[in-house]
Each structure stands twice: as C-alpha cells, then as structure tokens.
C-alpha cells in the first residue's frame, strides 16, 4: 500500500522470539493466503525488518515493484538473544511459551484437535474428545478472544506442553503426527484440509501425514528449499545470529 501511494514505510524493527532458528517447508506461491503470502518456511527466523528487505529484494511485490523503506533497528539484538515480548502479542498467545510452541502446533487448527483456546494454556495444551490422546485433560470454553472454541465443552484428552524446554525443541510435526496416527477416525481428522495446507504452505505435508511418512522423511523433502531459502535470509539480516 506504500509503495502505490509513494509513501515511505518507516518500520520500527522488533526482535523475533523464534528469530533463533529457521525451519519448516517453504510455502508454496499456490497456497498463498493472508496466513502465509511469501515463499518462506514456516519458521522464517527473521525479524519485520529484514523480512521487509527480503519481500522488496526478490521482487515479491506485485509487479516486482520496490517500496521505499527505513528500518530503525533494534539494539543490542542478536538472533540467538533470548527475547520475551513484554505485552501479549496475541489474546491466543499470552506468554513466550505459547509462541515459541505455536510453529509445532498451530497445524492443529486444521484439524480437530484443541490448541488450548478456550482455556488458560492457548497454545500451550493439545487434545480432543479422544482418550487415546492421553491423561492430561481439559475442557474449552467461551473466553475473552475465544468464543465458540473449538471442542467447546467438550472434555479434551491430550498433553500439556506449558513445561517443556519449548525452546530448544524448536520445530516438530511429532505432535501432528502422533495425534493423525491416534485418531479413530482419519477421515474427519483434518476437519478443515484446506486451512491446514495453507498453515503447512502446501498440500504436500498433509498428504505425506497420511501416507504414513515419518518426520524424517517428511524433513528430507523440504531440504533443498530450505536450503535455498536459508541462503536468500542471509542477503537481508540485519543482525548477528
């Protein structure tokens, strides 16, 4: 919008609480949507800034068009900084653990499996209707920025993650996985097949799930777009990693 109003765009950069790492397929231009709009992976590992420079860089705007831009950078940041956000940055992502896990689990939104909205853990706890899912057990309700949840009122069987090193766990389709070869009815697990691949962005993971494809597997197909990727991010950083 800048750039076809000849506006400059003055971008006051931020740390990336996943900026540390990078990870995940690189999304498809065929899946593109307001969840995911550049060929980048899921894990991008780069603050607003540098995805900015990247985005004009390789001429993803429209047309290839170039938006005049001015980064005033953060200080005393590397990517390998640790880094809290003070204030929420979401009602459905309250605290560090939540985003540091939402890369693992928000493939989960796809499908029906709870992510924890509608409780006091969004993103934080996973589980559906499904005792096989586990012992850990919750319940979803109505709650400020999150009504009508999913599974609401419905008792929830699964895993609480609110303790794990989120961290250094990083990004995982074991979740995913684990809870596609649990379910007793495969065919109404991705309750959304459409929503899913736009998180994923492609269809390609949802049908190596079902295939029966294990994490490695599925990780080998990614490799060289990742890898691409991983050379392209390092043109556009604007800090040490």
């Known amino acids: 919008a800048c750039e076809e109003q000849s506006k400059k765009l003055l971008i006051l ?93 928000c493939f989960f939104e796809g499908t029906d499996v709870s992510v924890g909205r509608g409780t006091d853990k969004q993103f934080q706890v996973i589980g559906s209707p499904n005792p096989k899912n586990g012992s850990f057990t919750f319940t979803p309700e109505d709650k400020p920025g999150a009504k009508n949840p999913p599974q609401k009122g419905k008792l929830c069987y699964g895993e609480d993650l609110s303790k794990i090193d989120a961290r250094n766990q990083a990004f995982t389709l074991k979740y995913v996985i684990d809870y596609y070869k649990k379910s007793d009815n495969k065919a109404k697990f991705f309750s959304s097949p459409s929503f899913f691949d736009k998180l994923a962005g492609s269809d390609t993971t949802r049908k190596q799930i079902i295939a029966g494809m294990t994490e490695t597997q599925i990780r080998a197909s990614w490799k060289a777009d990742l890898d691409n990727y991983k050379t392209i991010r390092k043109k556009y950083l604007l800090y040490e990693l």
């Open 13 to 105: 950069d931020r740390p990336n609480p996943n900026g540390h790492y990078v990870d995940g397929q690189v999304l498809d231009k065929k899946f593109a949507s307001f969840v995911g709009l550049n060929p980048v992976p899921v894990v991008h590992g780069c603050t607003v800034g540098e995805l900015a420079q990247m985005i004009n860089g390789e001429g993803w705007l429209a047309g290839n068009k170039k938006c005049n831009l001015q980064i005033v950078n953060c200080l005393g940041y590397k990517h390998s900084t640790p880094y809290n956000p003070p204030i929420a940055t979401s009602p459905n992502l309250p605290n560090l653990q939540s985003m540091l896990l939402y890369p693992s689990i």
